[in-house]
């Protein structure tokens, strides 16, 4: 099971720190005009609608971040994407369809903490399935196309057993 790698998550924490600070440099700047007074209840209403936002935002980036999940089992890969709050998409790829298996770890921090992508090329017309910002893609491709080459040489014609007794 797979979820993206926490830096993408830590850095979008970060980021909502940082504006969670705005309501409060704005406020320190505005204490030095004496018109501002008469103003401060507004302030304090805008404000709360402000943070509001903020931590709705921030409920779901860490949300998404959760539920954004890619299983691997002996027989299949599954991909559940939260596209938000009350819709998701989840896919389903049989290990015996994997053509190709691809990885792409771009930039120094990518590196240094070993994250990156993962694409997977299906036989047919399904797209490609996509694992985002996962750790250690390459590790990952390794055991994928280890869990491929064991699932190929159980099932010789990608049929499973369950199946073939239904024929």
Do not use: C
């Not at 304090?44 to 539920?67: D, K, N, P, R």
């Not at 903490?113 to 490609?128: E, V, Y």
Request: hydrophobic residues 50%; proline residues 3%; aromatic residues 14%.
């Amino acid at each position: 099971m797979l979820n993206r790698h926490w830096f993408v998550l830590a850095v979008k924490l970060v980021g909502y720190l940082l504006i969670a600070l705005i309501p409060i440099v704005v406020y320190s700047g505005l204490l030095n005009f004496a018109g501002f007074v008469g103003f401060q209840g507004l302030y304090l209403v805008l404000t709360a609608g402000f943070y509001l936002i903020w931590w709705y935002s921030l409920f779901y980036t860490i949300t998404m971040y959760l539920l954004d999940t890619w299983i691997i089992t002996n027989h299949r890969v599954i991909d559940s994407e939260q596209h938000g709050f009350f819709n998701r998409t989840v896919a389903e790829l049989s290990l015996a369809k994997i053509q190709d298996v691809s990885t792409k770890v771009d930039g120094l921090l990518a590196t240094w903490l070993k994250f990156g992508d993962l694409d997977i090329q299906t036989a047919g017309t399904s797209p490609k399935f996509s694992f985002k910002q996962i750790p250690n893609p390459l590790l990952v491709k390794d055991q994928l196309m280890r869990a491929h080459n064991e699932y190929i040489a159980e099932h010789p014609e990608g049929i499973e057993i369950h199946e073939q007794q239904g024929l």
